[in-house]
Nanobody, 118 residues
Framework: QVQLVESGGGLVQAGGSLRLSCAAS????????VGWYRQAPGKQRESVAS???????NYADSVKGRFTISRDNAKNTMYLQMNSLKPEDTAVYYC????????????WGQGTQVTVSS
């Protein structure tokens, strides 16, 4: 059974930073592409950042230069370091395997809420 648990969200002021974590069981990050997604109120879920099994990264234009995706294979955990946060970053953030999203559209966990105040 594959499980993904997001954590690290919270309330921060604009310009602040947060580090999100995604812990996985049942599937290995080191041989699978993984990514972060977010859904803001009234908007569709969107891809934020991804990292492939070989370490290639990709970012949404809106977060380039501010967010960094990484993973710790020994812990089977990935992270999203978010700096210079803006109110428009406010959303529920989810992690998932790229293949699950591409081929099945999910499933999705509970996510972690990030709220950026101005």
């Amino acid at each position: 059974q594959v499980q993904l648990v997001e954590s690290g969200g919270g309330l921060v002021q604009a310009g602040g930073s947060l580090r999100l974590s995604c812990a996985a069981s049942g599937r290995t990050f080191s041989i699978n592409g993984v990514g972060w997604y977010r859904q803001a109120p009234g908007k569709q879920r969107e891809s934020v950042a991804s990292i492939s099994s070989s370490g290639r990264t990709n970012y949404a234009d809106s977060v380039k230069g501010r967010f960094t995706i990484s993973r710790d294979n020994a812990k089977n955990t990935m992270y999203l370091q978010m700096n210079s946060l803006k109110p428009e970053d406010t959303a529920v953030y989810y992690c998932n395997f790229l293949s699950a999203v591409a081929f099945n559209g999910g499933p999705w966990g509970q996510g972690t809420q990030v709220t950026v105040s101005s």
